[in-house]
């Protein structure tokens, strides 16, 4: 008999209950096959990490969430989750952050990150937890209307937010340059072993939305990856399996990202109508 599909939300510290209700909103629109049933769970503990079929990382202070994960064990277990089983995986805020390779703004020492997204992001580029504001923004990637009117922007909101400043090389071992800073930190590599390392193909990082009328960070690459020079600040990306925000879409009633969240999961294991 075919199983659910777990899904996970770290819940070590964080905006992780609001997850759940745009969660649960989502799946009444992303129908399994086979009588599947879509099911939400709590992450604290290795074993309930291991149950997941995919994991959300929400926002908080990502200091703090590496600093418990790392304390329960369980940032050897997120790597593997994400970098070496390459399961569905994405990162609000914070989590964009965790889910980084490298970082700065921040202390050697101070902040263990999870990696699987070859960027490195800028922490609290748009200041203090007063200067937080709210945006509208025009995601392409989610799903048109049937009627075919185009979707009304996306309000983001920002809070002490990160964005992505650098699109670093798909190349094994690049990241070591963002580590020369003092202000920087890069995620540990992780590699799949034997038949699984022979599956996998590195994918690059896909720009999947960016803030208009702000200061412009991406300074690099912008011709190689193929960007219009008033790329505007990068706060959504996509690598393979994994997906990260600059902003809160659990702060929200909107619950669109969510649902093609889902569709990304079911994509992923496939989960296609008429599996057995």
């Not at 964009?96 to 263990?112: M, P, S, V, Y």
């Not at 003092?182 to 699984?196: F, L, M, Q, S, Y």
């Not at 991406?218 to 902003?247: C, H, P, R, W, Y």
Request: one cysteine or more; hydrophobic letters at 40%; proline letters at 5%.
């Amino acid at each position: 008999m075919p199983k659910d599909i777990i899904v996970g939300v770290l819940a070590l510290q964080g905006a992780f209950y609001e997850h759940f209700k745009l969660l649960n909103q989502a799946a009444a629109e992303v129908v399994l096959s086979n009588n599947r049933k879509w099911n939400f769970i709590e992450v604290r503990t290795t074993q309930e990490l291991e149950r997941c079929d995919a994991l959300i990382i929400p926002g908080g202070e990502s200091t703090a969430v590496s600093l418990v994960a790392a304390r329960s064990n369980l940032l050897e277990p997120l790597r593997d989750f994400v970098k070496v089983r390459r399961k569905p995986t994405w990162g609000t805020c914070a989590g964009l952050i965790l889910l980084a390779e490298a970082a700065n703004r921040t202390k050697q020492g101070g902040q263990d990150l999870i990696g699987g997204l070859d960027v490195r992001v800028n922490r609290n580029y748009f200041g203090r937890q007063t200067e937080s504001f709210e945006a509208p923004l025009v995601l392409p990637f989610l799903t048109p209307r049937e009627d075919g009117v185009k979707n009304e922007p996306f309000n983001g909101i920002f809070i002490r937010a990160p964005v992505v400043e650098k699109l670093l090389p798909v190349i094994q071992g690049e990241q070591l340059e963002e580590a020369a800073s003092d202000e920087n930190v890069i995620a540990p590599a992780k590699e799949a072993e034997g038949d699984r390392a022979k599956d996998q193909v590195l994918q690059p990082v896909e720009v999947m939305a960016t803030l208009p009328g702000r200061t412009r960070t991406l300074k690099e690459k912008v011709a190689a990856m193929g960007l219009k020079d008033d790329v505007g600040d990068i706060v959504a990306v996509k690598q393979g399996n994994v997906f990260g925000t600059s902003f809160h879409p659990e702060l929200t009633e909107d619950a669109r990202i969510h649902v093609w969240w889902l569709e990304q999961v079911k994509d992923m294991l496939g989960c296609e109508d008429g599996d057995e």
